[in-house]
């Protein structure tokens, strides 16, 4: 089975070429769908993220308020790679089982979507990387979109590696301007050239 790793900047069209993969016919898995049933109300996880950073992180019903989270950790660095290591190991052991039941199910090829796959040195794990790119202009503006402030955007920006490190690294490059259409056309290429025939 070709396993294929899908990155690229935040904001930057990861999940609309993930949609892009499923329309192909391809089963897809998202490390950020991931992280949130990770961190659901009850798991181990969430558990350890409370006792690392606090009860306010967490609010009366048990769920984590991201917000929050995101304040904190995205504010400093320490305190992000502290969460980092509470999740990054679960998530890994989350998608490779879901990778596993594809390959049991006789699946050519499936997609796996990780904001930072190259910072977290999973390539190795794929048949081929794939990086989701724009340009900073457009990057700005569906990040503002999102409600985000000019801070916000900056700290999230900053916790990845620049845009122009993962495309040195990806094997793929996918320029999400254009419309869907435009990534979906560049997918089909892709995957005809590592083998699978959408």
Known sequence: MKLLGLTGGIGMGKSAAADCLRQLGLPVTDTDTLARELVAPGQSALR???RAFGDGVVDD???LRREEL???VFADDNRRRELEAILHPRIRAAW???AARWRERGCLAGGVVIPLLFETDAAWQFSATICVACTAA???ARLRARGWSEEQITQRIRAQWPIERKIAAA???IWAEGGLANTAGQLARILRGV???P
């Open 70 to 72: 995101a304040r904190i």
């Open 171 to 173: 094997r793929y490059v």
């Open 195 to 197: 083998g699978v025939v």
């Open 138 to 140: 457009s990057q700005q």
């Open 61 to 63: 019903a048990g769920v």
């Open 96 to 98: 490779l089982a879901e």
């Open 48 to 50: 350890e993220i409370q």
